[in-house]
């Protein structure tokens, strides 16, 4: 039997426990089960939380420490398909090069993350599940410096109606999507997201910021010289200043500062954390 019936047939056994468990496991191991298929990562991102972990066949705790629960605990909002499911795009399979920023590769984020586990290729199957949540089920090759195997690659993307469309149904099914009204506790996830869009706000100029958040996402300068409708000498002497003003010299540098500032914990949560840790440095 092929390695691709195989998958099938495991995907038969994932809709026999639909609504049940196992069913994302199931799933995620039909995948791992392809020729040449390494790390399956399944993660779960509720509309006002940080992400929950469904699956992942990391080989230790270590591994899972540095792949998973590093990514899940706040870095993960400057995750490419993380990003792409915020703007709504539609349900199906991602390859990591054709959502990235142009500039991403660049980032820190990027050398923490993907460099640092030498993944040069990743398939992603996005699935929004309403209700502003949404899965990502991760696919990498087993030899992480080498891309998909076009057969690979085809099978994954044929399917992928298929493995969205099950995802979605398994949810309903299992009533994992929470249609209680908002509190107005605010939550990790949203104060995740207001750290960031407020990071600097207080410290910089309107336009500053705004070159900020590209730079802090992975956009080059001359993706963001034609986002913002500037000049390209304009965006370059905007980065000058902000790292004048934030005493930093690299994008490196400006990650660090934003992690930092999070972790530090400082300020109430409605202002500009970078302020508040400043403040009280």
Excluded at 1 to 29: P, Q, R, W, Y
Excluded at 132 to 155: C, M, N, R, W, Y
């Amino acid at each position: 039997m092929s390695k691709h019936a195989s998958c099938l047939n495991m995907l038969g056994d994932a809709v026999a426990n639909l609504g049940n468990d196992s069913f994302i496991v199931t799933l995620s191991e039909s995948f791992a089960s392809l020729d040449h298929i390494g790390r399956v990562v399944a993660l779960y991102f509720p509309l006002n939380d940080k992400p929950t972990c469904l699956y992942a066949n990391c080989k230790s705790e270590v591994e899972y420490s540095l792949e998973v629960e590093a990514y899940i605990n706040g870095p993960y909002i400057f995750d490419p398909y993380y990003q792409a499911s915020l703007s709504g795009i539609k349900n199906g399979s991602y390859r990591f090069k054709d959502i990235a920023p142009d500039n991403f590769k660049k980032t820190e984020f990027f050398r923490r993350y993907y460099k640092a586990i030498n993944n040069s290729d990743e398939l992603c199957y996005l699935v929004n599940l309403g209700s502003g949540a949404h899965i990502q089920v991760s696919i990498s090759p087993l030899e992480t410096h080498k891309a998909f195997t076009k057969s690979v690659l085809d099978f994954l993307n044929t399917i992928s109606h298929i493995v969205t469309s099950l995802i979605i149904h398994h949810w309903q099914l299992s009533h994992k999507i929470s249609t209680a009204p908002k509190t107005a506790q605010k939550s990790f996830k949203q104060a995740l997201q207001q750290a960031l869009k407020n990071f600097g706000s207080t410290l910089l100029t309107p336009r500053e910021h705004d070159v900020l958040q590209l730079i802090l996402h992975g956009h080059s300068n001359k993706a963001t010289s034609e986002r913002l409708d500037i000049s390209l000498g304009t965006v370059k002497l905007h980065r000058k200043r902000i790292y004048q003003k934030l005493d930093i010299s690299s994008q490196s540098e400006l990650f660090y500062l934003f992690i930092d500032v999070l972790s530090s914990e400082k300020g109430d949560g409605t202002g500009d954390p970078l302020q508040a840790y400043m403040n009280l440095k």
